[in-house]
Nanobody, 115 residues
Framework: QVRLVESGGGLVQPGGSLRLSCAAS????????MAWYRQAPGSQRELVAR???????NYADSVKGRFTISRDNAKNTVYLQMNVLGPEDTAVYYC?????????WGQGTQVTVSS
């Protein structure tokens, strides 16, 4: 019933930018907190950024000042603008949705930062 579809990943050079999108369906998007996680090879999945129902945001220290999370409730979409990317940002990025009843994950999108 709930489907989260990420897009926008790919290969980018160090210092470059990408914008990830996550389109949600089958849920009440406006009633859900949203987040982006990432998982590098051999590492645990970590929280990158989250945005609450009222628009409050939180960021991992490693991305603060470089990444921006936003949401468009009219489009049922959450975004992650990623600037000044470095090799340490290489990972699979996952969209995450949680409300008072359940939590859901997207399929992930690969981001590779390499020269």
């Amino acid at each position: 019933q709930v489907r989260l579809v990420e897009s926008g990943g790919g290969l980018v050079q160090p210092g470059g930018s990408l914008r990830l999108s996550c389109a949600a369906s089958g849920s009440i998007f406006s009633g859900s907190a949203m987040a982006w996680y990432r998982q590098a090879p051999g590492s645990q999945r970590e929280l990158v950024a989250r945005i609450g129902l009222g628009g409050s945001t939180n960021y991992a220290d490693s991305v603060k000042g470089r990444f921006t999370i936003s949401r468009d409730n009219a489009k049922n979409t959450v975004y992650l603008q990623m600037n000044v990317l470095g090799p340490e940002d290489t990972a699979v990025y996952y969209c995450y949705q949680v409300d008072s009843r359940a939590a859901y994950w997207g399929q992930g999108t690969q981001v590779t930062v390499s020269s």
